[in-house]
């Protein structure tokens, strides 16, 4: 009996313990913000806040957590970039670019105005205006499905701007990069990084247009094989990215915008989007989602509660005005417009994701990271209540 108890206080003690309450935890919290209709994310961090340092500690950090975090990263850029199908950017190029440019320009431009304000370098305020720009295509699609407009012109027009608006983040994430490198910015580094951007671009447009149906027709009758394949493919571009020196999470999603049910049959592609479903939002995601809110400490209220409330209202009310002024040019109702700009202020994983590199390079603080968690946290909360709220008034003039 007592060598059972000892072996019971090891195993409690153990990583793999440290993960099945882990794993307990986001599942129940996933079971009840679903039936709640609120985007997972929300209780993926809400989870690691209240478990983790800020407030019950019952959840510690361990080399295993680390790893499975560091792999979660990656799946969810890869499935981001799955989810982003560029045909809905094609469907209404005009409109999506539009919204996708002014939408990540004008918070983008007002969190770099917050950050340097509150005494922010010119690096921590770039990654902080990169972070609240961007926007979470899997967040958002939850929300418009579960208003059943994510297929309507509204939807997919909002889908592909999403697109626009998370590869100007890496692109900004990339400039970081090479500035932290190299010491500091000048044109020839700026210059020389866009180049090595679109290099990098065309590379992965010519393999993803040219080579990927090709070879992915290969794995049609395989079963199994469409989905190694893709992983292959995802592995291999965020290396060629980490080899250039570009955030590999670029390279990532990139890979996952190729893979599209024209490179292999409908019904082996639906399975392998549903494994990489699995691995990405039930298992990994969630893990690196928890990982970054128990980073997350509420000291940062009392010593920076007027930057929070700054960057917060830089990344709502910039985000709302982009999309307006991207709806205006593209002669979208004020409804349309509302509806867009509530929903593309549901941020998360691509956030967080920025946040965490602009911590692993030194460039932010945690304190800052803190700051942007809250923030990613009351923008995404905020996005479905403001949604159902125009959809009550004005649902018949959405198309």
């Not at 950050?115 to 690096?123: D, K, P, Q, W």
């Not at 000048?186 to 992965?204: G, M, R, W």
Request: aromatic share 12%.
């Amino acid at each position: 009996m007592l060598y059972a108890y000892e072996n019971l206080i090891l195993f409690v003690h153990s990583p793999f313990f440290n993960l099945l309450f882990i794993m307990i935890s986001l599942w129940t919290v996933g079971i009840l913000f679903e039936r709640l209709k609120f985007p997972l994310i929300i209780g993926e961090l809400l989870a690691g806040i209240v478990l983790g340092p800020a407030l019950l500690n019952w959840v510690v950090r361990t080399p295993v957590f680390d790893s499975l975090a560091q792999l979660g990263m990656f799946f969810l850029m890869f499935y981001a970039g799955l989810e982003g199908d560029p045909r809905q950017l094609r469907s209404n190029i005009s409109t999506s670019i539009n919204i996708g440019f002014w939408g990540t320009v004008f918070p983008f431009f007002f969190g770099v105005l917050a950050a340097i304000h509150f005494g922010s370098s010119l690096n921590q305020a770039l990654l902080i205006g990169a972070a609240i720009s961007g926007t979470s295509l899997v967040t958002k699609s939850r929300i418009l499905s579960d208003f059943n407009i994510l297929k309507t012109r509204i939807g997919t027009t909002m889908m592909g701007s999403a697109i626009v608006d998370n590869i100007f983040s890496f692109m900004v994430l990339s400039l970081i990069i090479k500035s932290v490198q190299n010491g500091g910015f000048n044109i020839a580094s700026v210059l020389f990084t866009i180049i090595e951007v679109a290099l990098f671009f065309i590379i992965t447009i010519y393999i993803g247009v040219i080579i990927f149906p090709k070879v992915g027709k290969l794995f049609s009758r395989r079963r199994g094989k469409g989905f190694t394949f893709a992983l292959i493919m995802g592995l291999l571009f965020a290396t060629l990215a980490e080899i250039i020196n570009l955030p590999f999470i670029l390279g990532a999603y990139l890979a996952g915008l190729f893979v599209r049910e024209e490179i292999m049959s409908k019904n082996l592609y639906q399975k392998m989007d549903d494994r990489f479903l699995a691995i990405s939002h039930g298992f990994l995601g969630p893990v690196f989602i928890m990982s970054v809110a128990l980073k997350v400490s509420f000291d940062v209220f009392s010593t920076h509660g007027l930057m929070i409330l700054a960057i917060f209202m830089a990344a709502f009310v910039g985000k709302l005005a982009g999309v307006f002024i991207g709806g205006a040019l593209s002669k979208l109702s004020v409804p349309e417009s509302l509806c867009m700009g509530f929903a593309m202020n549901g941020r998360g994983a691509v956030e967080l994701v920025l946040a965490v590199i602009g911590v692993e390079l030194g460039v932010i603080t945690n304190a800052h990271l803190s700051m942007l968690v809250i923030v990613a946290f009351a923008t995404t909360f905020m996005a479905p209540l403001l949604i159902r709220t125009v959809l009550r008034q004005k649902r018949a003039e959405l198309k």
